[in-house]
Structures are given as structure tokens and as C-alpha cells.
């Protein structure tokens, strides 16, 4: 008879089992909650960062079509200090070569120039320099207008992987 | 005997008491976490289409070369109010007129020589979400070149 009420005694019991299941269920809903969190705050921070990239993207095309609009004024006036295309593009190498802005390729007419964006990004434009042969053609033909990435180039130099 | 189990099930009152105490307590607080959250999920989720109507105005507009009325053909519920372009979106970002009214857009003109536009979205009755100045540069030709200065002969001889 004793050793059936010690028996009953030492039996299953709830106490304590319901701080574990809370536990468990509590440890699991924090984490959830602070992971939505984390997730919601860095894509918010991205979102920001895009924001922030394409406003800097503008700013640098605006002075982009500054520079354009002074190279094009620069050609009109080669244009009419000119009588030929020789002299055309002679006057052109005169005026570009001078022009601090970017780099003028008289083998090609290629004028070329860059503007910063952010950190390791640039806008880069290059045009081609062009004789207007009827009266609708332009003094230059846009053959790139980009964003460019200037990635640090990783050392060259081989790993030894046998010692 | 009887004492023993008395105590035994007051300690377990005691344990879900607390228990209870501690799940409101942490409830509250990763409901809190869940409800900043979404805040932050619904404030990416405006900034992301804020930024996505902004460069697509600014396309319309460039690839105009700078004339707004590509921005009247492309949005036709855009209206123009002193100088100012409103176009309207509703809570899908879709384009809609007045009366559906979520979100809208303002373009103004810029004060600079190239000619640009300032593109601001708004929510409705709230602070700008998001702004760019866009700009187009119209190149010049020979025939720009002759009517600028036939023009200005016209405006001296005025």
C-alpha cells in the first residue's frame, strides 16, 4: 500500500511542463518577429540606397547635357568657321584638344568623357563627331551613354597552393 | 497528504500565472516587432514605385527631348494646373484621374539653361516621398542654327 501512494506520487506531472512549451513557443515567435524585422529593415535601407543611387544617376546627366551642350556649341562653331569637312574636322581637333573635359581621338573623332556618379561609379559618355551633310544632321552622334562600375582589378599574381 | 497536494497546485497557479504574465509581455513585444515590420515592408513598397514613376516620367520626358506633351500622351489622365503637371495614381500605383486619388506626381519646369523638369511624388495629404530632376538636351542642326538667327535678327530689327 505504501509503495503504491509513493508510486502515485512519483507519476507524471504538468508542473513545469507548460514554461517549456512556452518557452519553445516564445524563443520561436521573437525570432520570427526580430527576423521580419532585420529583413524589412535592410530591404528598406536597399530601397533607400537605390533611391539615393538614381538621384546621384541625374544629378551627373545633368552635368552630362552641360558638357554635351558645350561641345555642341563648339562644333557649330566649327562648323561655321569652316568651309570644307577638312577644315571642319580640323577645327574641331583644335577646339576638342583643348577641351579639359574629356579626350578627343582625332583618328576616330571620338570625343569621350566621364562623370562621377558615386564611389567606384561613373557615367560615361561617348560621342562621335560627325560633318552635318544636310541640314537635319547633327554635329555629333551619341555611341554610349552609360553608367560604368570601376572595380579594383584583384593582383594578378599566382597562389601557391602546394606548400 | 492533503497539504502536499495543496501546495502542489497552487505552485502550478503560480506557474501559469507567470506564464500568462510572461506571454503577454512578450507578445506585446513581437507584436511590436511585426507591426514595424510591416511598416518598413509598406514604406520600401511606396519608395521602390515612388522611384519606378519617377524614371518613367523622366523617360517619356527625355525621349520627347524635352516637350511635357509626351508626358500628356503617355499619362492621359494627367492634368496641367499653373504650369504644373498632376497625374494621378491610385492605391495599385495604377494611372486614374481625380477621384481615386492615392498617390500623385508633380512636374514643374526647372530654372536652368537646359531645359528640365522636376518630378515630385506625393502620397495623398502627406509629406514628398521622392523627387529627380530630369533634363533633355535638344542638339543643335543647321537648321536650329539658322532659325535661332533669323529670330534674333527679327527681335533686333523689332
Not at chain 1, 520561436?28 to 529593415?41: D, G, Q, Y
Not at chain 1, 546627366?61 to 558645350?70: D, S
Not at chain 2, 522611384?51 to 516620367?57: D, G, M, P, R, S
Not at chain 2, 508633380?106 to 531645359?115: A, L
Request: hydrophobic share 35%.
Amino acid at each position: 500500500m505504501n509503495k503504491q501512494t509513493k508510486k502515485k506520487n512519483l507519476s507524471f506531472s504538468n508542473f513545469g511542463f507548460s514554461t517549456i512549451l512556452l518557452a519553445f513557443v516564445m524563443i520561436c515567435i521573437v525570432t520570427f518577429s526580430a527576423l521580419s524585422l532585420m529583413t524589412a529593415n535592410s530591404d528598406y535601407k536597399l530601397s533607400l540606397k537605390v533611391a539615393e543611387k538614381n538621384s546621384s544617376y541625374y544629378v551627373a546627366e545633368k552635368q552630362a547635357y552641360e558638357i554635351l551642350a558645350e561641345i555642341d556649341l563648339l562644333l557649330l562653331n566649327a562648323y561655321k568657321n569652316s568651309s570644307n569637312i577638312q577644315e571642319y574636322y580640323h577645327e574641331v581637333e583644335t577646339l576638342l584638344s583643348s577641351h579639359e573635359m574629356g579626350t578627343y581621338d582625332s583618328a576616330t573623332n571620338i570625343y569621350s568623357y566621364t562623370i562621377p556618379i558615386a564611389t567606384q561609379q561613373e557615367l560615361s559618355v561617348v560621342l562621335q563627331v560627325q560633318y552635318p551633310n544636310n541640314t537635319e544632321n547633327t554635329f555629333y552622334k551619341i555611341i554610349s551613354w552609360k553608367s560604368v562600375y570601376e572595380y579594383d582589378t584583384p593582383d594578378e599574381g599566382t597562389l601557391n597552393l602546394i606548400d | 497528504m492533503k497539504r502536499y497536494e495543496r501546495s502542489k497546485s497552487s505552485m502550478f497557479l503560480f506557474e501559469i500565472l507567470i506564464n500568462i504574465l510572461l506571454f503577454s509581455v512578450l507578445c506585446v513585444c513581437s507584436l511590436q516587432f511585426f507591426i514595424h515590420s510591416y511598416q518598413l515592408t509598406e514604406k520600401t513598397t511606396i519608395l521602390h514605385h515612388a522611384v519606378t514613376a519617377c524614371n518613367n516620367i523622366a523617360a517619356v520626358y527625355q525621349a520627347n527631348q524635352g516637350f511635357t506633351e509626351g508626358i500628356m500622351e503617355t499619362y492621359p489622365y494627367a492634368l496641367i494646373e499653373n504650369e504644373q503637371i498632376y497625374i494621378y495614381f491610385d492605391k495599385n500605383y495604377q494611372e486614374c484621374d481625380s477621384r481615386n486619388i492615392c498617390y500623385y506626381v508633380v512636374i514643374d519646369k526647372t530654372d536652368s539653361d537646359i531645359p528640365g523638369i522636376h518630378i515630385s511624388f506625393y502620397k495623398n495629404g502627406e509629406d514628398m516621398i521622392y523627387s529627380i530632376d530630369a533634363y533633355s538636351y535638344k542638339p543643335n542642326t543647321i537648321i536650329n542654327d539658322v532659325l535661332s538667327s533669323s529670330e534674333s535678327e527679327v527681335a533686333s530689327y523689332e
